[in-house]
């Protein structure tokens, strides 16, 4: 008995000790939450930034940051979200994980319980929201903002550039258009070999216009808004047009060669490219950002909230309750320092020292500028892509039309995306 | 019978297989590679195309022949349909002309062995250039503002919309793929010519033939089999061609080089994927029938030899 008893208490002693071996392992157990990215290399002291705040108060969580190229990003992330899982948290423009969360059949995870605990959640405003959410939840957590404004070019022989030409009006835009082009050079660019649709997004929501091709019925609005999609469309094919001609050609590279050659009059500048543009020798020459002429008088003219960038989280995610800590430190002032000094744009702009940013970096932090988000359609009609590429096809023939067929080409088109609507309703 | 006749079959199967194994070894590494990385590739995309494009990595929900009918529904299908057609019917005979000139020019006597090997390099190398960066060279000199405009206009002479016009962007891009593709095909035509026995040409001579009539009953003939390799693999090349539509012109302006592979690659760019694998079936299953036709013809010719 005694032998016995002498047994049990080193068989105690010994799961004891096991069991507390068991505990202090899983304590320091470390979870590591892997995060893919659009954007590259140079975006990684970002997602580290976070890490070591969140390190602070989690030290066994680390993160796994891995880059793509965007083409195999939307790709791999629709299908790890729809199948594979094994991801945690993906990062790109909110735009496009719309549309994976679209193509997912809504494969991403509602963030509204983490942001709204978030204490940071204040600096988020209604219109990063509005390009953030689909279906009533927030879909993308908001990082930082890509804004657009209108470059303008200073230092060409024969035009000037004064408070009094600015191109803050249509009618002014036009002018100095014009006095570019006298000058040889294209006044404007911006690429129509994808995306055609985006210029109408600059210049009608930078004018303060919102449902600018669909309402929320969806109806097409083409029409409502004619004499402005003419306008823009005469900028490339009118008599007087002075759109650099190759434009039909060209994507974004191509658009970039372009500006950063110094070879065109006005062109897209985002709050992104600004930093690097102002830097001497980067080709661009002397150039100001200003806000979208107001396509008339009386309407507003400000910059273009062309999208957020932030995170999602795949409903498959493996380390949910990890992902969710990981989130509540991007909106820190250490994780917007950070994005700021990556992406030179953050939702806090209090973190940013006005007084180191470059002359045309200003204007994007410059709280007396309005700022007009984009229309988003993507996340409110499951159909939209079908109805997206006849909004697309349209504007490229119309930008391709004589002068003469401009009118009746958009009022086509018109109907060809309310006749679309009704075939994929 | 027939039992045993398979019987027999197997066991010479066996007996070869035994006796050449090495190269069995060697076949068989490749078909496996081809099999994983070619055909089940090719049979996913036929799968997908007969999906709803937004459950292709979910529910998988088959929607029958529907992105197919749609295709036939949509005209910029049939025009890029017709426009691959016209862009390979222009460029297959256009590039077999010029390589079987070249390939002439290089097997001439007259030539001396460096500066053969000059311009053998120099038409070759186009076709080992990469593709986007001979098409992005390209498409700067075409450019309004490229070196071909600036030329024009030193000459006095006004400044074409190359890239911006529908006309002269489709012969941009039928230049372009001369330029890169008549090397390979002028190499090919230039091993068959010096397989040409010298001794049919002096005999020739001697009976009194002409220049033309050794072209066309000696040369020629024996180019044959050159001839229906370069015109399958041309055609097979043309009816695909992709680089050239994506980097230079983004098949405009105004669809006007919206080849079937860049249509294709546009749908998936928006993640219609059953529309873009139902394109990418269709023009598969149009050049493997085009191809056999092509074959069975070429083999005809040298069955009647």
Redesign the interface.
Known sequence: MKRFIVVLVLLALLVNFATAKGTVEETAKETVITIWYEGGDARLPFFKAVEAEMQKDYPNYRIDAVTFDN?TF?TKV??T???TGGVDLVFNDASRLL?IN????GGFADLSPVFNTDPNKALVTAGDLKLSSADGGLVVYPINRSIAGLGVKTDVSGVRVTDETMPKTWDKFLALGAAFKAAGMPGFTMH???DPGQVFNLFLCGSGMSDIWLNKIPECQIVSKLEYYKRVVSVYAGANAFW???A????FA?MYNKILSG?VGMFRVGNWNAGNWDKPGSGVGEYTVTTWPSMEVGMESGLVLLNTRGLAMPKNAPNQEAAKTYLRYVLSKEAQSASFKTMGSCIDVSVVDTAVLSKNQKIFFDASKKLFPIDTYVAQF?YF??I??VFE?GL??A??ASPALIESTLIELNSQVNKAIQENK | MKTISLLSRAKNLGSLVGKHWILYLFISLFAVLSIVFGIYPMVRSVQFSFLKSNTVFTSQESIGFNNYLRLLKDPYFWDSFRLTLLFTTISVPLNLISALCLAQMLASKNLSKGAMLFFKLAVFIPFITPDVVGAVVWKQFFNTNGAMNQLLQRLGLAPVGWLTQSGTALGVLVFVELWKHVGLYTIIFLTNYQLIDPSMYEAAHMDGARAWQKYRYITFPALRPALVLNTVYAFIQFMKTYTVSRIITFGGPNYATNFLSYYAYSKYEKMDFGSATAIATMLFIFIILLTLVGMRMGGNENERK
């Open positions: 083409a939307m629709l299908q979200v729809t199948a549309t679209q193509q997912s059949g129509l070999g994808s650099d001609k190759d039909t050609s060209e994507g191509e070879s499951p892509p079908q997206n590429e096809k490229i023939r930008f391709n």
